[in-house]
């Protein structure tokens, strides 16, 4: 299991609409991250009957060590 950003766009009955949404997500892969991204924003919009969330790019977060101040 690993981090990743997923950019989200939003299209509107199959055009874009322009706007983007950033998910952090933990999932096993990047195609596992894409689809559960899509799957929680797809509950947040305003008209589910004709807007839906597409997965645009993911990235792995390198999650970097912890420096222990002195």
């Known amino acids: 299991?690993?981090?990743?950003?997923?950019?989200?766009?939003?299209?509107?009955?199959?055009?874009?609409?322009?706007?983007?949404?950033?998910?952090?997500?933990?999932?096993?892969?990047?195609?596992?991250a894409a689809i559960e991204a899509e799957r929680l924003a797809d509950r947040e919009l305003n008209d589910p009957g004709v807007e839906y969330t597409h997965a645009m790019k993911v990235t792995p977060v390198i999650q970097p060590a912890i420096a222990l101040a002195a």
Do not use: H, K, Q, W
């Open 1 to 32: 299991m690993g981090f990743y950003e997923v950019l989200l766009g939003i299209d509107r009955a199959a055009a874009d609409t322009g706007r983007r949404l950033t998910m952090l997500v933990r999932e096993r892969d990047p195609l596992s």
